[in-house]
């Protein structure tokens, strides 16, 4: 398999449920990145690890839990969220250093979030 | 504050003519700009960029034009197909700080 896969697809859960979203890349970056994209926004960037260990947090409640356990893999523990959280969240990575030309971003599909 | 601006959230466009995607940047910093294309259900992907040492970059029907004194970007797809349907998102980093900027996305639809 190549490139970033990201599971589940879509997912729904009620506020006092407690998921967790699946990045995987097979891109041998070093630095992957989770993103919100809620409607008329911008792409959010949420988290930012490289080399595993998080650089970045970009103000994102605590009700979302980043986790990366190596290179290659990232997850998104989710608890007790809102129905604003109703997005949809993309994994990415790209690899870091080497100048910008390296520093494309490629994209997993996504999770579709419903909030109930 | 939005540093990377996008100002027409839609676009629509004949078949064969030429689709002109505009955006804006406030951040004097960046200087590295990339275009991204979103089908529904699926994550953005790269389509292509440019460097601030450049002004336009071409590859097949997508050009990338930057004018760097106006804080401008366009993105030119000539000539346009229906399968160029999608949401453009235009994106920058710059500094020592690798992490891309998006804007909000235009929505081209091009009619057949």
């Known amino acids: 398999e190549t490139g970033v896969t990201q599971t589940p697809r879509h997912l729904v859960m009620g506020m006092t449920n407690k998921k967790s979203l699946k990045c995987e890349q097979h891109?041998?970056?070093?630095?992957m990145y989770w993103y919100k994209q809620s409607a008329k926004k911008p792409l959010e960037l949420m988290f930012v690890?490289?080399?595993?260990?998080?650089?970045e947090n970009n103000s994102v409640p605590s009700r979302f839990s980043p986790e990366c356990p190596n290179s290659s893999h990232l997850f998104l523990h989710l608890h007790t969220l809102q129905p604003e959280d109703s997005a949809l969240y993309l994994c990415?990575?790209?690899?870091?250093?080497?100048?910008?030309?390296?520093?494309?971003?490629?994209f997993g599909s996504g999770t579709q979030l419903s909030v109930l | 504050d939005q540093q990377v601006k996008q100002n027409s959230p839609s676009l629509s466009v004949q078949e064969g003519r030429i689709s002109i995607l505009n955006c804006d940047y406030t951040n004097s910093m960046f200087d590295y700009f990339l275009w991204y294309k979103k089908y529904p259900a699926e994550g953005p992907t790269f389509l292509i960029s440019i460097s601030s040492i450049k002004d336009k970059n071409e590859d097949g029907r997508f050009t990338v034009f930057l004018n760097k004194s106006a804080k401008h970007l366009s993105l030119h797809i000539v000539p346009s197909q229906p399968g160029d349907s999608a949401v453009y998102f235009c994106?920058?980093?710059?500094?020592?700080?690798?992490?891309?900027?998006f804007g909000k996305g235009t929505l081209l639809t091009v009619n057949p």
């Open positions: 690890y490289n080399f595993k260990e998080q650089t």
């Open positions: 891109l041998g970056h070093n630095a």
């Open positions: 994106a920058a980093s710059g500094g020592s700080n690798y992490k891309l900027t």
């Open positions: 990415a990575s790209s690899q870091v250093g080497g100048g910008p030309t390296n520093e494309k971003l490629f």
